[in-house]
Every structure is written in structure tokens, then in C-alpha cells.
């Protein structure tokens, strides 16, 4: 492995946690990224332009909606989805794919390489790769590859070169390791594009504000609709979407912020992917952040149903969110998300993802101790399309 290095006095810490921990030869290349996002933030154009692209090839703004013959018994709070599964190719992915992919193009870049565990990162980044005439390499686990075929089907379609990964836990975690090791090797022509707020600073810094559109939104919809949420629910794999939805709401101290993470099987000694619940203080992916590991640091394997869940370590800010009890955690099962999930399909006509299943249990299970005029909202991702063998499996 190469020599790491910690540059503490560097930006990008969010209390005790993010920083940049990469070996040396990337540090250049990450200077040069950050200075391009915030020359290219400041600048009107560049929002114009990413604007224009979020509205029209994107989907945005996606509507808030109400789902009420969803709940198992009335009585409860409402519940309102934020209908991320109605943009067009990959969810909320697509936020920060098409502000990476503008921002590598501003720098004179000609490609992009990124990881994907769900397959909605990867058809992001293919979709604005192909909408911007760059190549795209897209790293993949074995594991994920074999339950996500339609994904892997669509990311070929728009021209995309697919890296399938057979090392460790032939995962997300191990795509992500690949990405980074292609991107070292190529940083001269190609951009890591990040699905996630994790990794070295700036990258958790660019990705929350690209995702920041779904908490302004959301805040200006609810405002709309004279909605005072309660609480707002998502569910967290790399948490793009959390950190999206939740950047608009972190000063109302009064809204309960809900990380939800995946219990995996929920038997003793399981399995599981609850890291800002369980997880211990570490390096992982190039910034210090909360991980699955043992009492020698060892990275421990993630276990969803969920694959876009299936992840060891957490965005730097949500663990400094959760360390300073802004930001609660519950474990949601796999059992509970599939039953949460089809429960929707058949009451309301909605076919969510099965990381969306996660914060839908878990919003379902607070609303009921709530009164009927109280609300909370609940981040949908992306739709439950690339889940159907694994929603359709019992029958």
C-alpha cells in the first residue's frame, strides 16, 4: 500500500472528522479539484448551466407526496415521500453527477471513473458521461453486478466501460477501492466521480452541495404546503441523499433528523451496516469517519439487502452530525424494508427502492406514536425497479 499522509491543518474537517489521508501523489490533484469547485461554485454561469441541466435532464424539482393509505393502523402522523425516484436516470445520484461531470469538464478533463454498489450511481455517472461526450470506467462488485443485471444492462447502453470486482467483499467497498486506484493512475485525463460525501477533502464538501438542491426543495415545497415536519427520515448508505435532505434543516433543532441504517438479517452476531450506530473512529477511503472494523481497526464486512447500503464507513459530516447528537440513528432489518416496500406498491401505487424501504419502516414505526396533525418526511431515493427479483423472491 502507499504511504499515507495526514494533513491535519488542511480544510475539510467537520469537527474531529473528514480531513484528507491519501498518499502523497494525490494531494496535488485534490488541490487542484478543490480550486476548480470553488471557482466554478462562485461563478453565476456555472450555476446557470447546472441548473438548466438538473431541470432538464435531471427531472428536478421532484414533488413531495402524501401516501396516506400507506400507514398499517391511522391514527399516526402524515407521512410525505420526497419523490427522488421520478428523476430520470439514477435518482438523487444524478445531482452530483451532472455538477461533477460539469466541473471536469470546466477543467479540461476528458473522462470520469466511479464505483457504484445499487447501479443508480453508475447509470448517473453513464447517462451525464454520455450527455457530455466523456468516456466513463465504472467499478463494480461481483456480488452487487450479479443482483443488479438491468443496471449493469443500462450503464452499457450509454457507452459505458464496466470493471466488474471479484476482491474482498466484492462490494461497493471494494468497487470504490478499484475506482480510486484507476483515478491514481489516470488523474491526468479522468475525475473520480464520487457517489457519496465520503472520501478525501473536497470531496465531501462538493458532493453535499451538489445534493444540497433536494433540502431546498424540500424546505421551500413544505413551506408551500404550510407543512411543519416533525422529522425528516433517511435512509444511509454512502449518504448522498441524507446529507442532500438534510443540510436545509440542521438549525431547525426543533425537526428530528433520522439517519436510518441497515440491520441486515437483525439474528445475533449477524451481519449488519449500522456504523454511525456501532461503528468505531478510523481511516477509510481517504478521510476519518466512523467504520465497521474490529478491535484492531480491521474494516469488517457490510450486509444489506439494500445493496446501495451495504457500505463500511459513513460520510464524515453525518458521523460528526451523529457524534454531536444532531443527527439520530435507528436499524431497520431487511425483512422490515421488503414488507415497507411492497406495502407501499400495494396501497399506493409506488414502487420504491429497497434503501428508501429502510427509512418508510422506520417513519412508519415513529408516526405511529405521533399525533394526526404532525408530519414527517421520507427521502425515496431512487425507484424500486432494479430491486424487483429481490422484492419478487418469496412468491
Not at 407543512?227 to 425537526?255: E, H, Q
Not at 474494516?299 to 463500511?312: M, R
Given at each position: 500500500?502507499?504511504?499515507?499522509?495526514?494533513?491535519?491543518?488542511?480544510?475539510?474537517?467537520y469537527?474531529?472528522?473528514?480531513?484528507?489521508?491519501?498518499?502523497?501523489?494525490?494531494?496535488p490533484?485534490?488541490?487542484?479539484?478543490?480550486?476548480?469547485?470553488?471557482?466554478?461554485?462562485?461563478?453565476?454561469?456555472?450555476?446557470?448551466?447546472?441548473?438548466?441541466?438538473?431541470?432538464?435532464?435531471?427531472?428536478?424539482?421532484?414533488?413531495?407526496?402524501?401516501?396516506?393509505?400507506?400507514?398499517?393502523?391511522a391514527?399516526?402522523?402524515?407521512?410525505?415521500?420526497k419523490?427522488d425516484?421520478?428523476?430520470?436516470?439514477?435518482?438523487?445520484?444524478?445531482?452530483?453527477?451532472?455538477?461533477q461531470?460539469?466541473?471536469?469538464?470546466?477543467?479540461?478533463?476528458?473522462?470520469?471513473?466511479?464505483?457504484?454498489?445499487?447501479?443508480?450511481?453508475?447509470?448517473?455517472?453513464?447517462?451525464?458521461?454520455?450527455?457530455?461526450?466523456?468516456?466513463?470506467?465504472?467499478?463494480m462488485?461481483?456480488?452487487?453486478?450479479?443482483?443488479?443485471?438491468?443496471?449493469?444492462?443500462?450503464?452499457?447502453?450509454?457507452?459505458?466501460?464496466?470493471?466488474?470486482?471479484?476482491?474482498?467483499?466484492?462490494?461497493l467497498?471494494?468497487?470504490?477501492?478499484?475506482?480510486?486506484?484507476?483515478?491514481?493512475?489516470h488523474?491526468?485525463?479522468?475525475a473520480?466521480?464520487a457517489?457519496?460525501?465520503?472520501g478525501p477533502?473536497?470531496?465531501?464538501?462538493?458532493?453535499?452541495?451538489?445534493?444540497?438542491?433536494?433540502?431546498?426543495?424540500?424546505?421551500?415545497?413544505?413551506?408551500?404546503?404550510?407543512?411543519?415536519?416533525?422529522?425528516?427520515?433517511?435512509?444511509?448508505?454512502?449518504?448522498?441523499?441524507?446529507?442532500?435532505?438534510?443540510s436545509?434543516?440542521?438549525?431547525?433543532?426543533?425537526i428530528?433528523?433520522?439517519?436510518?441504517?441497515?440491520?441486515?438479517?437483525g439474528?445475533?452476531?449477524?451481519?449488519?451496516a449500522?456504523?454511525?450506530?456501532?461503528?468505531q473512529?478510523?481511516?477509510?477511503h481517504?478521510?476519518?469517519?466512523?467504520?465497521?472494523?474490529?478491535?484492531?481497526?480491521?474494516?469488517?464486512?457490510?450486509?444489506?439487502?439494500?445493496?446501495?447500503?451495504?457500505?463500511?464507513?459513513s460520510?464524515?459530516?453525518?458521523?460528526?452530525?451523529?457524534?454531536?447528537?444532531?443527527?439520530?440513528?435507528?436499524?431497520?432489518?431487511?425483512?422490515?424494508?421488503?414488507?415497507a416496500?411492497?406495502?407501499?406498491?400495494?396501497?399506493?401505487?409506488?414502487?420504491?427502492?429497497?434503501?428508501?424501504?429502510?427509512?418508510?419502516?422506520?417513519?412508519?414505526?415513529?408516526?405511529?406514536?405521533?399525533?394526526?396533525?404532525?408530519?414527517?418526511?421520507v427521502?425515496?431515493p431512487?425507484?424500486?425497479?432494479?430491486?424487483?427479483?429481490?422484492?419478487?423472491?418469496?412468491?
Amino acid at each position: 500500500m502507499a504511504r499515507m499522509q495526514k494533513r491535519e491543518a488542511r480544510p475539510g474537517r467537520y469537527g474531529t472528522f473528514g480531513g484528507q489521508f491519501v498518499a502523497p501523489v494525490l494531494l496535488p490533484v485534490l488541490d487542484r479539484l478543490e480550486a476548480a469547485f470553488r471557482e466554478a461554485w462562485s461563478d453565476p454561469t456555472f450555476h446557470t448551466e447546472l441548473t438548466f441541466l438538473l431541470n432538464r435532464f435531471v427531472g428536478r424539482p421532484t414533488p413531495l407526496f402524501d401516501i396516506p393509505a400507506f400507514p398499517a393502523r391511522a391514527g399516526g402522523a402524515r407521512i410525505v415521500l420526497k419523490r427522488d425516484d421520478l428523476t430520470f436516470n439514477g435518482g438523487n445520484y444524478a445531482n452530483s453527477a451532472v455538477g461533477q461531470c460539469l466541473l471536469a469538464k470546466r477543467m479540461g478533463l476528458s473522462a470520469v471513473v466511479t464505483d457504484t454498489g445499487s447501479g443508480q450511481n453508475g447509470i448517473a455517472a453513464a447517462a451525464t458521461a454520455a450527455r457530455f461526450g466523456m468516456g466513463c470506467t465504472i467499478y463494480m462488485g461481483t456480488r452487487d453486478a450479479a443482483q443488479q443485471a438491468a443496471a449493469v444492462k443500462k450503464m452499457r447502453l450509454f457507452g459505458a466501460k464496466l470493471e466488474i470486482v471479484d476482491d474482498a467483499d466484492r462490494a461497493l467497498s471494494a468497487a470504490t477501492s478499484a475506482a480510486i486506484r484507476h483515478w491514481m493512475g489516470h488523474s491526468d485525463t479522468d475525475a473520480y466521480l464520487a457517489g457519496a460525501p465520503i472520501g478525501p477533502h473536497p470531496y465531501p464538501e462538493m458532493v453535499a452541495a451538489f445534493q444540497s438542491v433536494i433540502g431546498k426543495e424540500t424546505r421551500l415545497q413544505l413551506i408551500e404546503g404550510g407543512i411543519f415536519p416533525a422529522g425528516v427520515f433517511s435512509a444511509v448508505g454512502g449518504g448522498s441523499s441524507t446529507i442532500g435532505l438534510f443540510s436545509s434543516f440542521v438549525d431547525d433543532l426543533a425537526i428530528r433528523l433520522v439517519a436510518v441504517e441497515a440491520a441486515g438479517t437483525g439474528e445475533p452476531g449477524a451481519l449488519h451496516a449500522a456504523r454511525l450506530s456501532h461503528g468505531q473512529r478510523g481511516i477509510f477511503h481517504g478521510a476519518e469517519t466512523l467504520v465497521l472494523s474490529d478491535a484492531e481497526g480491521q474494516i469488517l464486512p457490510a450486509a444489506s439487502i439494500a445493496p446501495g447500503l451495504a457500505y463500511p464507513g459513513s460520510a464524515p459530516q453525518l458521523a460528526d452530525l451523529v457524534h454531536r447528537r444532531r443527527v439520530e440513528t435507528v436499524s431497520v432489518t431487511d425483512s422490515e424494508a421488503r414488507a415497507a416496500v411492497r406495502r407501499l406498491a400495494e396501497t399506493e401505487g409506488v414502487l420504491l427502492c429497497l434503501e428508501a424501504g429502510h427509512a418508510l419502516a422506520a417513519a412508519e414505526h415513529v408516526a405511529r406514536t405521533m399525533e394526526p396533525h404532525e408530519a414527517v418526511v421520507v427521502m425515496a431515493p431512487s425507484s424500486g425497479d432494479k430491486d424487483i427479483d429481490i422484492l419478487w423472491q418469496d412468491d
